[in-house]
């Protein structure tokens, strides 16, 4: 397995899967200055080959989407903390990331390069689009639909059955009580609708 990002996103990832006794082979980054990180070799990513497995280690969703569409002939791992909580008949996508102490119930969907964070609850029935990025200590009640690239910010809460677009932004903290529009930045309690990101 290669890491694509040598970054504290990477960090993380790296230790989760040591964690499970998987071997991290090495890192890639843009940054052709970097040589190693954590004792194991930085690669520029122009030289990712096709049979690497990956996992695309950066926190940006946009970022994340990019690279798995530019290295679309790789396989993707996952990285799953053996201190997460994952009920039975969940599904969780390539390339997805859960960390420590995070709890997914049962019959939820979990997207493609998809990051689950630490201490956030994802209850049951919750669809997660891919390339999102549910932060810590944010809670999904059930029912909950995160679309594509949407980022929940760390403490967040979304009651029961709300649809949340696509490439949105739910602020820290904000609790949501209504279904969000793609592209939509809201805050506060309740959420509101504060500006437009797409």
């Known amino acids: 397995m290669y890491l694509v990002g040598a970054s504290g996103h990477g960090k993380v990832i790296f230790d989760i899967l040591r964690l499970n006794s998987q071997k991290v082979q090495g890192f890639y980054d843009k940054n052709e200055q970097l040589e190693s990180l954590l004792g194991h070799n930085v690669y520029p990513e122009s030289q990712i080959k096709d049979e690497d497995q990956l996992i695309?280690?950066?926190?940006?969703?946009?970022?994340?989407?990019?690279?798995?569409?530019k290295f679309k002939n790789n396989s993707y791992g996952k990285a799953i903390h053996p201190s997460a909580v994952l009920a039975k008949n969940i599904r969780i996508?390539?390339?997805s990331v859960v960390m420590a102490g995070a709890i997914?119930?049962?019959?939820?969907?979990?997207?493609?390069?998809?990051?689950?964070?630490?201490?956030?609850s994802v209850d049951h029935d919750c669809i997660i689009g891919d390339y999102s990025h549910i932060a810590p200590n944010t809670t999904l009640c059930g029912g909950v639909t995160v679309g594509e690239g949407t980022l929940i910010g760390a403490g967040a809460v979304v009651i029961p059955n709300v649809k949340i677009g696509a490439w949105a932004l739910v602020g820290a903290g904000a609790v949501v009580v209504n279904d969000v529009p793609d592209g939509a930045c809201v805050v506060g309690n309740p959420?509101?609708?504060i500006t437009s990101i797409k």
């Open 104 to 120: 997914i119930n049962i019959d939820s969907l979990i997207g493609n390069h998809a990051i689950i964070n630490t201490s956030s």
């Open 56 to 69: 695309i280690s950066i926190g940006d969703n946009s970022i994340r989407k990019k690279l798995s569409e």
């Open 93 to 95: 996508g390539e390339g």
């Open 191 to 193: 959420a509101r609708v």
